[in-house]
Nanobody, 114 residues
Framework: VQLVESGGGLVQPGRSLRLSCAAS????????MGWYRQAPGKQRELVATINSGEMTNYAEFVKGRFAISRDRVKNTMYLQMDSLKPEDTAVYYC?????????WGQGTQVTVSS
């Protein structure tokens, strides 16, 4: 499975971005998917997950602001990020969980600044 993220960029506080994670290869074998992020000097942290049954889970710091979804026809997962804050600045990584292991994208930079 290959994962390619897109949609990152520079945005002002309070604005929105939508990240995409396109899967190719053995995408039909994907179980859970999700997003992590890593800010400079900090550990990678879980942002949101979505399982094969479309159940979602969010970190407390994004609840009510971010929404994760997946389009099985397009083999793409999304992270809609609203009401962005400067502390959301990080590299965002998507992952896909298969029986063979966890696969990662290359990351996309999100910078929230005025």
């Amino acid at each position: 499975v290959q994962l390619v993220e897109s949609g990152g960029g520079l945005v002002q506080p309070g604005r929105s971005l939508r990240l995409s994670c396109a899967a190719s290869g053995s995408s039909f074998r994907i179980n859970d998917m999700g997003w992590y992020r890593q800010a400079p000097g900090k550990q990678r942290e879980l942002v949101a997950t979505i399982n094969s049954g479309e159940m979602t889970n969010y970190a407390e710091f994004v609840k009510g602001r971010f929404a994760i979804s997946r389009d099985r026809v397009k083999n793409t997962m999304y992270l809609q990020m609203d009401s962005l804050k400067p502390e959301d600045t990080a590299v965002y990584y998507c992952y896909a969980q298969l029986w063979t292991g966890r696969y990662w994208g290359q990351g996309t930079q999100v910078t929230v600044s005025s």
